[in-house]
């Protein structure tokens, strides 16, 4: 018995031999096993490309692999082109969806059927099309047209997920059909991406990075998959891999901004350190200063004017000035030589950190805003659209309210882990839309 040859890529993308859907899931699972197969499909495709002399078939063969490698534009002008044949219109109908052109894209597939692509095949992606243009309702009913082995395949469990979701069903039922689909297909990118999301918007972090990592193996890759996985990475300080998902984002869609900026920011983060000994250092000063006063010996009238002036750590006095405390009613200069003896057995000093004394957050007098200023303040930050960067911020400091996130400067924007410029920018932008500023903007 002969051994099985070896796939070439290359060859499959460039020769007149048979193309079709096994052609293309090869194609796929070669990239999948090797990403770096993807330079070769685009090498063959740009090589492809530049044959004057191209049959309509050839023009097929190609129209499939630029909407392969992400350039879908071309791959409706060559396959506007092309043959005619089947899978021209179904991969046609793909392209036109890839561009947001829903009603164009079911045009496409209802072309493919007609010239006898695979109905249900089609039919999902139909399904698919009208779901993406908000016709949630009338996907759900073309997927309820369906019977047979096909509603135990992972494309029809994911479809359905999807179309229930976007109906706002329950969640349990939207879990309950990826976890099917999943058993159904172990490598269905789509269902992958879902259940990753599932788990990162609840906080699964661990799960949902394994979730997405396997996603990310899958070819062609959601360019969400591949946002979220670096956004994931970088919350373990992982930056290399971080940087290696928004290349591949590059690498297909030079010009997309999202991955080029998160690319900027991962990079500048890689370069970052920890200094464990600082670490230390800071953590003894913080026990230091969060020592009371009551724990020395002071006399009757210095203990009792710390206390009439709100003072009740070490910390606490090296935030007031020598001033400050000779201005208060019966504290002289014998009680702040005694203060100053106290300080300097623990190495601190009077005001040293006077400057950076914490200043009370402002606070918004709701009798003066009128119920449309009050009832913004009171929604959610989720009204803002924000990126995905931008919302962990806001979970790990706590904030749910716009009112809440108004109380922050950037700089305590930016103090967030994996907050940078990029994100303080979109959230001015966001809040300058609505008319708002962050505190000291």
């Not at 309509?56 to 692999?65: D, N, W, Y």
């Not at 082995?149 to 479809?159: D, I, N």
């Not at 918007?201 to 949902?208: C, E, F, S, T, V």
């Not at 690319?263 to 009371?292: G, T, W």
Request: proline letters at 2%; glycine letters at 8%.
């Amino acid at each position: 018995m002969s051994p099985v040859a070896e796939f070439d890529l290359r060859q499959t993308v460039i020769s007149n031999s048979t193309f079709g859907p096994n052609e293309i899931k090869q194609i796929a699972h070669a990239i999948s096993s090797d990403y770096n197969n993807f330079r070769t499909l685009r090498d063959a495709t740009n090589e492809l490309a530049q044959q004057t002399a191209r049959t309509p078939a050839a023009s097929a063969r190609l129209g499939v692999c630029q909407y392969l490698i992400g350039r879908y534009g071309d791959a409706v002008q060559t396959l506007t082109n092309a043959d005619g044949g089947a899978l021209t219109h179904f991969y046609l109908g793909k392209s036109y969806l890839a561009l947001d052109r829903y009603a164009e894209a079911l045009k496409g597939y209802e072309s493919a059927e007609r010239a006898g692509y695979n109905k249900d095949e089609v039919t999902l992606a139909k399904a698919d099309a009208m779901r993406y243009s908000g016709d949630a309702a009338g996907a759900l009913k073309v997927l309820d047209g369906l019977s047979g082995a096909v509603e135990q395949t992972a494309e029809y469990l994911y479809q359905r997920a999807a179309t229930v979701a976007a109906l706002g069903g329950n969640r349990s039922e939207v879990i309950a059909l990826l976890e099917r689909a999943i058993d159904a297909d172990s490598t269905h990118p789509g269902v992958l991406f879902s259940l990753a999301l599932e788990n990162d918007r609840h906080g699964n972090d661990d799960y949902a990075r394994q979730l997405y990592e396997r996603a990310a193996k899958q070819f062609p890759t959601n360019v969400g998959t591949l946002i979220n996985l670096g956004l994931l990475y970088e919350d373990i300080e992982h930056f290399e891999r971080a940087k290696q998902c928004y290349l591949r984002i590059l690498d297909v869609f030079p010009g997309h901004e999202r991955a080029r900026l998160y690319f900027k920011d991962a990079d500048a983060s890689r370069d970052m350190y920890y200094d464990e000994e600082a670490r230390r250092r800071q953590d003894r000063l913080s026990q230091i200063l969060s020592v009371p006063v009551t724990d020395f010996e002071l006399s009757v009238r210095s203990r009792n004017c710390l206390q009439k002036m709100g003072i009740m750590t070490l910390g606490d006095l090296t935030e007031t000035t020598e001033q400050e405390l000779l201005s208060s009613k019966n504290f002289g200069e014998t009680s702040l030589v005694e203060i100053r003896e106290m300080l300097s057995s623990k190495g601190l000093e009077l005001g040293q950190f006077a400057s950076t004394k914490w200043q009370e957050e402002p606070v918004f007098e709701s009798n003066a805003m009128s119920e449309d200023e009050r009832a913004l303040l009171d929604r959610p930050i989720a009204d803002l659209n924000l990126s995905v960067r931008a919302r962990k911020c806001m979970v790990r400091l706590g904030l749910t309210t716009i009112g809440e996130l108004l109380r922050r400067t950037g700089d305590d924007l930016l103090e967030c882990k994996n907050f940078g410029v990029t994100s303080l920018n979109e959230v001015r932008e966001k809040l300058t839309a609505n008319g708002l500023k962050l505190r000291g903007d």
